[in-house]
C-alpha cells in the first residue's frame, strides 16, 4: 500500500479526524538531504479532531505520532502537521 493510504488508514483508526489532508511534499524536496528516491519522504498532514481538542500543541503532535506508530514514522523524512 502506498504510504500516503497508510498514513490517512493510521490517523482515521487513531484519531477519527473530521477534517484530513495528506499532501506528499517529496518533488519539492528532490535532490535534498532525506530524499530517498522514493518519492514518499516528506509529507504533510491536516487535521481536525475533536480527540485533539483541548490539548496543548506539544500533546497534539506527540497524538498523531503515536496513531501514525513506529512502522509508519520509520518510514518519513519530514512530517509537517497543520491542525484545523
Do not use: C
Amino acid at each position: 500500500m502506498a504510504l500516503d493510504a497508510d498514513i490517512r488508514d493510521a490517523l482515521t483508526r487513531g484519531l477519527s479526524p473530521e477534517y484530513l489532508e495528506v499532501i506528499n511534499e517529496s518533488h519539492l524536496h528532490a535532490g535534498h538531504s532525506g530524499d530517498d528516491g522514493s518519492g514518499e519522504s516528506h509529507w504533510q498532514v491536516v487535521i481536525a479532531a475533536a480527540s485533539l481538542d483541548g490539548k496543548s500543541r506539544l500533546a497534539k503532535h506527540r497524538a498523531v505520532h503515536d496513531a501514525l506508530g513506529p512502522e509508519i514514522i520509520g518510514r518519513l523524512h519530514a512530517l509537517a502537521i497543520t491542525f484545523r
